[in-house]
């Protein structure tokens, strides 16, 4: 395995975002609980009535529950044990007796757990639990009820015990207390603590005025109701109208200033009312002072549930509206949205997207959301679009938890195209259903918008690809479509459009293709037809493609262009048609031509060297002739009484040998011209008999003997004499020099030929030598086994007469010796 | 003495020397015997040995050579001129040490061949 | 030092199964239950490779995965997504460094990614 280099030299972990309040949370929460319980014990405390033994308000079961609905279960054990330094540093020294005071503590916290374990079970935690009616009724069922309940039952078991009050009166004295507090302090405790409340805003301004009048008339109100003293005398009627007063500004907090205005008001009310009573005022004033509280107490609570109730149902329905206009508010930008990137040019979409991140993040009150996008063939994830809420850290870096200590479900969404990714609320709420369902709909706009931009952009890239292909060709491209007009040229038509004197027109996209031929080949050039049904006939998949070339005189020198059409590779057909300069290919083949000519001269040249004794052997036999027949004319004429018949056939014996000479000659000549090749109808069998006389000397003086075996009906073939009798001439002397050795029985040459096809003719020629080499390179060029060999004659032999059209071969014979096969093409002839 | 005509015989394929020399030498006055291929020369032989025999070296069949070689062998004793375009001295060579008499390229003057024919029958009859 | 694989997933049970599952086939594993664990706890030396879960709370994994790229990590990495999303894993398919699987998790698939994307050249540079 490879060592762990798959990162930078300077490898390091990227740091830990700030995390808001960590470990020093829970302790400061500690702190914080127990010295409010602290307080609210001493508080308490002062709240009771002279010989009640439990308080009229006790506030310290209600912190406690407070801090369980606010915090995290794995908490709880911290807060209580810290609360119970709390405890007994206030119960101890009271009239609590010292064994008393833990389990008091044990049943307050227990009350408290239960509430909690209650409302957390049933109806949620935190201020949440007094918005709606239902979690206010569960609230009020299991802290306001069954928790004071349950837990004063044993409480008072347990100070009736120690203490001997009677059990049913603490019972009494201490539920109501109990329950009391949990209507009116533990909601105003959790909404408040809960919510973080920060100085409201310009637009909570007017609620706050409102909230503060509102104070204030309750303060005066429930100052006058609860502290004055009641005179005696005017008992029946103030008793009840100053309580009544405080009524409307109750219904006042409930309407406008939601559960929690509600509960603080109701604190209010309560402290003054306890405080009073406590203190031998207020409307219960003439009744004894426990009954006094009672009586206050009871109506406290009556007021409070039905009012909590109410201030519930309210912010329900506020909410509930709140959630519709914003769902109606999100509907109107998911359709502004969904219009922004209708027909949307490619160029605007990432502007347009991040204008709208921007705007989707402020609605949503989100932190950061990111669009991460597949890059790089399937190399990363990058995050393409992002918008955050300042100063916030890039994408990726981890954030602040929440509050809470718990985390949320950020949604995250997939689409074919990318993701998109959304950081925390603003205010640590937990993303609802409604908000992932509505931020999907607008995924699902940014994916379709950024997947059609991907598709654009494709679109470009292979069109800037082909424009570019097209444009580099440094031969000229013309693309037709079906019908033969121009669909698209390349930049290699400039120098012909600029050189057109003949002035064909311009050439643009409709040109049709015979515009295309009069300008490639010159309006005068009698080609131009031909060129052109030569791309119809492409066009219409009669021809696979079509080759054309021709010569252009310029001023200078002569050029050569080819045009190649092609058909055009797509369902509605057309064509491709390019045009290339072959100039310099052409020249080259026609050296190439030139050369080979030079080369084959050379070879025949040197062949005829090579038969210079036979020549001179086939000159001397004529001149011998003409000389001795002459002299014995002379002889004749000398010894007077010549026989003139017998000079006269002296006199054309001697001509005709001197013709026989003349013959020898010309073919010598014959074999030395250098002279372009043509084409004539050729009898084989006679330039086959002409070589065979030019060697027939050679063939003497080394013994050898030349048999034909000619196909008398063998049919014309065409040709260049010289060239074919090169062939021949070359495969004569190959044979008799492969029997050159000595002891080589039977030596024969034999030359054969015959018609192998309806119109074709070969010409075989049979040695008994030493046969060639199987598999050997016999007509690669400078391949010889003669030791002065120049190793050239099979190859040229080859090259002749494929030229003409024809194959070469050879093969071993069964019976010794080589032989050599040509075929060549039979003229026939035309039919009448 | 009467000088009878000598009888010379020319063994050549080519007709138009055969033709030729035998003008030449009616012209010599000597008497010719033409043969057109080396076989033809030995079967006549036995009926009429030639006092010369002009020979062509290159001939298709039993060359100039082999003629000389089955004279040779036959113990038969004729004067032999190789006449021949071949120039090469080592076929004068091999002619002359199988026995020819002389050895002559063509085309040749006519008085030079009479002389060698004289030379020749003279020295053969010369014991 | 030895290469490590670095697992991040919230589900502790597919921690459990992964951590198990590249342990058997020899790789050395580090589990965390997310992002803000794993940066906690910075273990010694870069990563061979990651296996990120896509969706978790707080931090998903391309969030994660960007903070690490632009720490300097530049080694392969698996992403898993969950049950029901579009289809990332057959679309972003897979490249030289980069593999998108669905839950559930192939065993085979995912040793068969890692091990590809973790000896082809391409993906180490040399350090």
């Known amino acids: 395995m490879r060592a762990t280099g798959s990162v930078g030299p300077a490898w390091g972990w990227p740091r830990l975002g700030p995390r808001a309040r960590t470990a020093a949370r829970p302790a400061a929460i500690a702190v914080a609980v127990a010295v409010a319980y602290y307080v609210g014990s001493r508080v308490g405390f002062a709240l009771t009535v002279p010989l009640m033994s439990p308080s009229m308000l006790w506030p310290p079961n209600a912190i406690l529950a407070a801090t369980l609905l606010l915090t995290p279960p794995r908490q709880w054990a911290l807060y209580l044990l810290a609360a119970f330094p709390a405890h007994l540093a206030a119960q101890l020294g009271t009239v609590w007796p010292t064994p008393l005071v833990p389990v008091l503590f044990v049943t307050n916290c227990s009350e408290a757990l239960m509430a909690a374990i209650l409302v957390r079970r049933f109806a949620g935690h935190g201020p949440a639990v007094f918005h709606s009616l239902r979690t206010v009724g569960i609230f009020i069922v299991g802290a306001g009820v069954l928790a004071p309940l349950v837990s004063s039952y044993v409480a008072a078991a347990v100070v009736t015990l120690l203490r001997g009050d009677p059990y049913w009166l603490v019972w009494r004295t201490r539920f109501f207390a109990n329950s009391l507090t949990a209507l009116t302090l533990l909601p105003a405790l959790v909404m408040v603590v809960g919510r973080r409340w920060s100085w409201p805003g310009r637009e909570n301004q007017r609620k706050a005025l409102e909230a503060a009048v509102l104070w204030l008339g309750l303060g005066v109100v429930g100052w006058s109701v609860f502290e004055e003293p009641i005179e005696p005398s005017h008992l029946d009627v103030l008793l009840t109208v100053p309580l009544a007063f405080i009524v409307p500004f109750l219904v006042w907090a409930a309407v406008r200033l939601g559960p929690t205005g509600t509960s603080l008001s109701l604190l209010t009310v309560e402290v003054l009312a306890v405080w009073g009573g406590v203190a031998g005022r207020g409307p219960f004033a003439i009744l004894p002072p426990v009954e006094n509280v009672l009586s206050l107490q009871v109506v406290l609570i009556v007021l409070a549930v039905p009012l909590m109730c109410l201030a519930a149902l309210i912010e329900e329905r506020q909410r509930t509206r709140q959630a519709l206009e914003e769902r109606l508010r999100f509907e109107e930008v998911l359709s502004r949205l969904s219009r922004a990137f209708v027909h949307l040019p490619r160029e605007d979409v990432d502007r347009t997207i991040d204008a709208w991140l921007r705007r989707l993040g402020e609605h949503l009150g989100v932190r950061h959301i990111t669009i991460f996008q597949l890059c790089g063939a399937a190399k990363s994830f990058v995050p393409t679009h992002s918008w955050a809420v300042p100063p916030e850290p890039a994408p990726g870096l981890p954030l602040p938890a929440t509050d809470d200590g718990g985390s949320h479900d950020l949604p995250l969404l997939i689409t074919d195209s990318g993701v998109l990714s959304f950081g925390a609320n603003a205010d640590g709420v937990p993303w609802s259903a409604a908000q992932i369902a509505q931020v999907r709909l607008v995924a699902e706009v940014f994916g379709n918008a950024l997947a059609r931009k991907q598709a654009e952009d494709a679109l470009r890239l292979s069109e800037a690809m082909n424009a570019a292909i097209l444009s580099s060709l440094t031969s000229s491209v013309a693309v037709l479509d079906q019908r033969g007009r121009v669909v698209a040229l390349n930049e290699g038509w400039s120098p012909l459009l600029a050189g057109d004197a003949a002035g064909a027109g311009g050439l643009g996209p409709g040109a049709s293709c015979g515009d295309v031929c009069r300008l490639a080949l010159g309006s005068d050039s009698p080609h131009v037809e031909a060129a052109v049904t030569g791309i119809q006939s492409v066009i219409d998949g009669i021809e696979p493609i079509f080759l054309f070339e021709w010569a252009r005189d310029s001023a200078s020198l002569e050029r050569w262009f080819e045009m190649a059409v092609v058909p055009l590779n797509r369902a509605e057909g057309g064509a491709v048609v390019s045009l290339t300069d072959v100039t310099r290919r052409k020249q080259m083949e026609i050296e190439a031509q030139r050369m080979r000519q030079e080369l084959a001269h050379f070879t025949r040249v040197s062949a005829m060297g090579e038969l210079a004794a036979s020549l001179a052997h086939e000159l001397n036999q004529p001149l011998a002739g003409i000389l001795a027949n002459a002299q014995a004319a002379q002889r004749f004429l000398a010894a007077g009484r010549p026989d003139l018949d017998e000079i006269r056939a002296i006199l054309a014996d001697i001509v005709s040998d001197d013709r026989r000479a003349g013959e020898v000659i010309r073919r010598l000549r014959e074999m030395l011209r250098k002279t372009a090749p043509s084409r004539v109808p050729l009898d084989l069998n006679a330039l086959i008999g002409d070589v065979v006389k030019m060697l027939s000397s050679d063939a003497l003086i080394r013994g050898l003997s030349v048999v034909l075996d000619f196909d008398p009906k063998l049919p014309p073939v065409t040709g260049d004499r010289v060239e074919l009798q090169q062939v021949v001439l070359n495969l004569l002397v190959n044979a008799m020099d492969a029997m050159a050795g000595p002891a080589v029985p039977g030596r024969i040459v034999v030359v054969h030929t015959a018609c192998s096809g309806p119109d074709s003719v070969q010409v075989s020629v049979q040695d008994a030598g030493t046969g060639v080499v199987a598999g050997g390179n016999i007509f690669e060029p400078f391949y010889t086994t003669k030791a002065d060999g120049l190793g050239m004659g099979l190859p040229i032999a080859r090259s002749i007469i494929e030229a003409h059209g024809g194959r070469i071969w050879v093969e071993n014979n069964s019976t010794g010796g080589a032989t050599f096969h040509f075929t060549l093409v039979a003229t026939l002839p035309s039919v009448p | ?127 | 030092m030895e290469p490590v694989i670095v697992v991040v997933d919230d589900d502790a049970s597919v921690r459990r199964g992964l951590r198990r599952l590249l342990a058997s086939a020899g790789y050395r594993v580090r589990v965390f239950a997310s992002g803000r664990e794993l940066l906690a706890e910075r273990p010694p030396g870069p990563p061979c490779c990651l296996v990120l879960d896509v969706r978790m709370p707080e931090q998903n994994g391309l969030m994660l995965h960007e903070a690490l790229v632009s720490a300097g990590y530049e080694g392969p990495v698996v992403f898993i997504t969950g049950d029901g999303e579009i289809p990332l894993g057959t679309r972003g398919g897979s490249g030289p460094s980069l593999t998108v699987l669905a839950k559930p998790v192939d065993d085979g698939d995912l040793l068969e990614a890692i091990r590809r994307m973790m000896t082809l050249p391409g993906t180490t540079p040399a350090a």
Do not use: N
């Open chain 2, 1 to 127: 003495m009467t000088a009878a005509r000598l009888l010379v015989a020319v063994v050549d394929d080519e007709e138009s020397v055969r033709t030729s020399l035998r003008r030449l030498f009616r012209a010599f006055e000597l008497d010719a015997a033409t043969f057109a291929s080396g076989q033809e020369f030995l079967d006549a032989l036995p009926s009429k040995p030639p006092d010369c025999l002009v020979l062509d070296l290159q001939m298709p069949g039993l060359s100039g050579l082999d003629v000389q070689r089955r004279l040779a062998a036959g113990g038969i004793r004729v004067p032999t001129i190789i006449i021949t375009a071949d120039d090469a001295p080592e076929t004068r060579e091999r002619c002359l040490s199988a026995g020819t008499a002389a050895y002559l390229c063509k085309p040749f003057d006519d008085c030079t061949l009479l002389a060698t024919i004289a030379r020749v029958v003279g020295a053969a009859a010369d014991p």
